[in-house]
């Protein structure tokens, strides 16, 4: 083997490795838009886990990059630890189908048919239009569909190109000897790991080794604990991308690597004993790339299926490994916002989102807490709002350029318009934090004045506290589960809302000019229902921006949002607003009353 052939191996290696990279690339923007919901569809079930590992896997073609996304979606939040157990485990399985298209390679046949189906003969025509496409045409869709094409030729000329430089060896004698070495399943599954840990890829390795099937020396002896090797090398990008994560997800990167050790040690042991004391009859048998990928297939096939009863063992195997400290709070952090998810721009927008879903949550417990100190202060309770709300305060700056770090990302139009809705999304839930603060520190100046409500304002206060509590449970949930019904709920509620508003207003006054309540708390008293009338108008703000986005309203006007919800179901938004009204203006006995009209 000459320094030629050298060089030709790695250019080769190099191609296939970019070609396999950008193939994935574009595979993941086609199927990015979907990600999001095949996210969200989860469940603790570990076989569905297995089935979502597979696919994704298979999609990106790197089961170290599914991990990867796996590591930063259980650092975000957004997974929770027992479900990316089956989604590691599907993983194994979905990085072997590279092996499975590498196979085609070895098509062989004078039939016009078989020689157009010959990797050789028709990848450079797949390269040639993907290149058309990616180059002269615009649509994202068009062009990504090219990447797809561009990466399947490149990968195909790589691997043409190790084939051609690896063929002199069967001639060596020293290759000879250092490949019937490998029958050792210590050494061979050492090379193994050494060559992924080394390409950072094990669908990359095992297309190494089908290109070494040219020379005819490579049997099922040497290649087995090789492809073992590979099993156990990928799990160390993970590991090593897991640094500086939260524990889970350094968890889920052991998960990965106890996955992998254990299921190649037994395989390892099983297999080589067998064949020592009965003796295997295809042991020294020549293997093709089509065997090679079977063996690759099937092996990570049986791992998961020996070791899927026992899922719960390496979760608690991990969990000791990864000790939580005695006394250590999960609650008051901030969510981490993965930088490694770029990769990944639909899941990273996920990720996005379900921090500001968080957002939303602690905004709500901030709300609860400050309408209790509204009419029983307490200082205690006071500071864990103020520390909440700084916690908000800063959950604002970073999802806020998370979002500018994302929209450096190439994204496609639906990405785009995903991250600026996100922003305005951040800063109503923001102002909903604010303005519950605002309510802390009317009930703090009552309890300094030594200052109270009167039994009816106290009531009427409490009435409307409750409506405005439902209408921020509305928002968060019509944000969270992107839930239209819930904002078709929204502004038939703030307008009771106002309604009530305006009415009590009016009461009120009418009780100072009687002298029935003191004046300094009568202030306090028009401020706080002020800022209850502010979030619910921050509420209706979500569930028009909500429904703008799914309406397809570029440049959203909320006035004009309201208008329509008005006009496009009448019916339904005057039936939701006569049972709010009974509901809530009810408990006043405002019917009695004279109500201010609310345009």
């Not at 193939?23 to 886990?49: F, N």
Request: glycine letters at 8%.
């Amino acid at each position: 083997m000459t320094l030629f052939h050298v060089i030709t191996l790695l250019g080769g290696i190099g191609l296939f490795l970019y070609g396999m990279s950008i193939m994935g690339t574009g595979l993941e923007k086609v199927a990015g838009g979907k990600m999001q919901s095949i996210l969200q569809k989860l469940t603790s079930s570990v076989l569905r886990g297995v089935l979502l590992g597979a696919f994704i896997t298979a999609i990106i073609q790197s089961s170290a990059g599914t991990i990867v996304i796996v590591v930063g979606l259980v650092n975000s939040g957004i997974m929770a630890l027992p479900q990316a157990v089956g989604v590691i485990m599907g993983a194994n399985i979905g990085t072997t189908i590279t092996g499975q298209i590498i196979r085609m390679a070895d098509i062989s046949g004078d039939s016009l048919l078989l020689t157009l189906l010959k990797p050789t003969t028709f990848s450079p025509i797949v390269a040639f239009i993907g290149a058309v496409l990616f180059v002269f045409f615009k649509k994202p869709s068009q062009k990504n569909i090219g990447q797809i094409m561009m990466g399947f030729g490149i990968l195909f000329t790589g691997m043409s190109a190790m084939d051609t430089a690896v063929a002199p060896l069967k001639d060596s004698q020293l290759f000879m000897a250092a490949f019937t070495s490998m029958e050792n399943p210590v050494l061979g599954c050492l090379a193994g790991v050494l060559a992924t840990v080394a390409i950072q890829s094990s669908s990359a390795s095992v297309g190494l080794l089908q290109a070494l099937t040219s020379t005819g020396l490579v049997t099922w002896g040497s290649s087995f604990p090789i492809i073992m090797g590979t099993h156990i090398g990928t799990a160390f990008t993970p590991l090593i991308a897991s640094t500086g994560a939260s524990k889970d997800a350094k968890r889920a990167a052991f998960i990965h690597l106890y996955f992998n050790l254990i299921g190649s040690i037994i395989m390892l042991v099983v297999v080589c004993t067998t064949n020592y004391f009965v003796g295997l009859p295809f042991w020294d048998s020549v293997m093709n790339k089509g065997s090679i990928a079977n063996v690759h297939s099937f092996s990570s096939i049986i791992a998961v299926l020996f070791l899927l009863p026992f899922s719960g063992g390496l979760l608690k195997l991990a969990e000791k490994t990864v000790r939580d400290r005695s006394g250590e709070m999960q609650d008051m952090d901030l969510p981490v916002l993965d930088e490694r998810l770029f990769k990944s721009p639909a899941v990273a927008i996920q990720q996005a989102r379900s921090a500001v879903a968080k957002m939303a949550q602690r905004a709500g417990r901030n709300f609860h807490l400050c309408t209790q100190d509204l009419q029983t202060y307490n200082p205690e309770t006071a500071g864990e709002i103020a520390r909440r709300e700084d916690l908000i305060d800063k959950m604002e700056v970073s999802i806020s350029n998370y979002l500018v770090k994302i929209n450096e990302q190439q994204l496609n139009e639906r990405e785009v318009q995903q991250t600026n809705q996100l922003f305005s999304f951040i800063t109503e839930f923001e102002r909903i934090g604010d303005y519950s603060i605002n309510l802390m520190e009317i009930g703090r100046t009552m309890w300094e004045r030594d200052l109270a409500f009167t039994e009816t304002a106290r009531q009427e206060l409490s009435v409307l506290v409750a409506a405005v509590s439902e209408a921020i449970n509305l928002a968060a949930k019509a944000f969270r589960d992107n839930d239209l019904e819930a904002t078709y709920h929204l502004e038939p509620l703030e307008d009771v809302v106002d309604q009530l508003c305006e009415t009590l207003r009016t009461d009120h006054i009418n009780r100072l000019k009687e002298g029935k309540c003191e004046i300094r708390a009568g202030i306090q008293y028009l401020d706080a229902v002020t800022q209850l009338e502010r979030i619910s108008d921050h509420c209706s703000n979500i569930a028009a921006r909500i429904l703008g986005w799914e309406y397809g309203y570029e440049d959203l006007n909320m006035h004009r949002m309201r208008r329509e919800l008005h006009r496009g179901a009448p019916q339904r938004f005057a039936r939701y607003r006569s049972e709010y009204e009974n509901l809530y203006c009810s408990m006043l006995s405002l019917e009695d009353r004279t109500p201010a009209k609310v345009s």
